[in-house]
C-alpha cells in the first residue's frame, strides 16, 4: 500500500471510532445500515461495490470514491470492468466529473502498484 | 404497457427526432456515446443498466430512472435485484431520494403488470 | 385541504404501502430511520422539522418540501418563521431554489387557507 | 406564444406577486439582486442569459431554463449559438441533463414557432 | 483553538478582504445579505445556525460546515443536539455526507477541545 | 506563474496521460469532445469559456473552476467582466458558492500576478 491509501485508511478508521464514541443511537444504526447494504444478497458484493463506486462518482465524493475502488479492488474487478464503470460515470455526471476520475486513477494505481 | 410508459416513450422518441433535426455536430456525438457507453463489453448490458440506474436514482432524475428501469426489465432484473439497487440509491443519496423511489416502484410494476 | 395537499397525501400513502408490500429488510430499516430521526429529542419536533424543511428545500425536492410545510404547519410554526427558514433556504442554495420557494410558497397557502 | 410559455409565465407572475405579499425584507432584496444581476455592465445581456441558461441547464432547474430561454430569445440569439448552449450544458452537467434538454428544445420552438 | 479552526478563519478573513477589494455593488450586497439572514428574528440565532449547518451539510460544503460549526459552539449547543443535526443531515443527504461528518466531528471536537 | 497553477497544471497534465495510457475507447472519446466543444464556432472562445466558467462554479468543482479561469485569462477577460461572471455564479448558486469563489479569486490573483 502507498501513502494515500494508507492516509485515506487512517483518517477513516480513526474518525469512524470517534463517532462510535459521541453519535447517537439513530447515527449508529446509519452506520450499520451502510455495512448490511453491501453484503452479498441477490447481488454479489462485485456488483454492488460497482454501484456503490458509480454512484460515488457522479456524486462527486472523492472519500467515498475511494472506498469503493478498494472494495472493488478486493472483489479482484479488472481494468477494463473498471474503464467501464468509470465511463459511465463520466457519461452520467458529466465532464465535472473527470477531476475525480483523475484522483480515482491515481487511486486505484496505487492499489494495484 | 400502461399509461406511464406509453407518454415517457412517446414523448422522448419525439424530442430525440427533434433533436437530431435542430442539433449541431458536438451533440449528435454526445447522444451516439450516451448508446455506445451501455453496450456490451467487459461488463454486460445487465450490470451497466443496474449502473445507469444507481447513477440516476442519486442524481434523482426521474426520466433517467424510467428509462433504465425498462432497460433493467429487458435484461431479466427480478425484484429482489431491482430492490437491491433501490437500497444503494437510497442509502448513498439519502432520503431525498424516497419521492424518485416511489415513481420509480410505481413505474417497475407498470412495466411488470 | 385542498387538492394540491390531498393529492400529494393520496399518492405518498398509496406507493408507501406499496413499498412496504414489495421491498426488502434494509429498506424497511432506512424507512424507520426516516421516522425515529424527527422525533422529539434533544431537539423538539418543531426545529426538527424546520431542519428537514430547509434540507428540502436547498436540495430541491418538491415533495420533500411539501412534507415538512405540513408537519411545520402541524407545529405551530408561523408566517414570519417561514419566511426565515425559505430566506435560508433561498440564500444557501440560490436563484434556483426561487422556483422551489415559489411552490411552497403555494402549498403553504392552501395547508393555512 | 403557445400553452407552455403561457403556462409558465402566468404560474411564475401569479407567485412572485404572492412572494412579495408574504415574504420579508431579506427574501425581497434577494429577488432584487436576482433581476440587477442580469442587467447590462461589463457584459451585455446577451452574454449573462446564455450565463444564466448554462447555470440552470448543469444544475437541472426546468422553470430556470424556461425563464432564460425567453431572455435569450428577446436577446436574438440565434439556433447555432443555442446549441453550443445546450452543448456546453449537456457535456459538463452529463447525459442527466438531457431529458432537461428535450424540454428545453420544446419551449424554444413554441418561442420561435 | 486548534490549528484547523486557525487555518480556516485566517484563509476565510484573508480572502474576504480580498473580495472587498476586488468585488463589484452586487457581490457586495450577496455578501451583506449573507449576514443580515442569520441575525435574529422570528427565529433565534441558535437555530437559524442549525438551519445553516444542515443545508450545509447535505450540500456537502465543509468550509460551509466548519463556519456553522463555530456559530453553533458559540450559541452553546451541546453535543445531544448537534448529533441530532448530523443524523438529519446524514438521513436526508445520504451516506455521501459521511466523509463531511467525519470532518465535523473533527471539527467540532478542535472546536470543544 | 505561481505554486497554485504550477501545481494544477503539472498534475493535471500528468493525470491526463495516465487517463490516456489506461483508459478505453469511448473515456478517449469523451475527452475529445470535451476540446471540441470548447473551439470558436457560433460563439467566441471567450463567451464558451466564461459559459463553462459559471457552469463549473455553480456544480463547485474547484479544477474546473481553475482550468476555466486560466482560458478566460488566455482570452483577455478582464476584472469588471469576470466579476459579474462570479456574481451569476454566486446568485444562481447560492452561498455554498462562496468558498469556491475566495478560491477562485486567489487563483485569478496568482494568474495576474
Known sequence: MGNLTNDFNEY????????????NTNIKRFFALD??????????????EMLGLVASMVLRCDDCIKYHLEKCRDEGINQDEINEVFMIANLVGGSIVIPHYRRAVEYWDELNG
Request: charge should be positive.
Open 12 to 23: 477513516r478508521s480513526r474518525m469512524n471510532s470517534r463517532i462510535m464514541e459521541t453519535s
Open 35 to 48: 455495512t448490511t447494504t453491501y453484503a452479498a444478497g441477490a447481488l454479489d458484493v462485485k456488483t454492488k
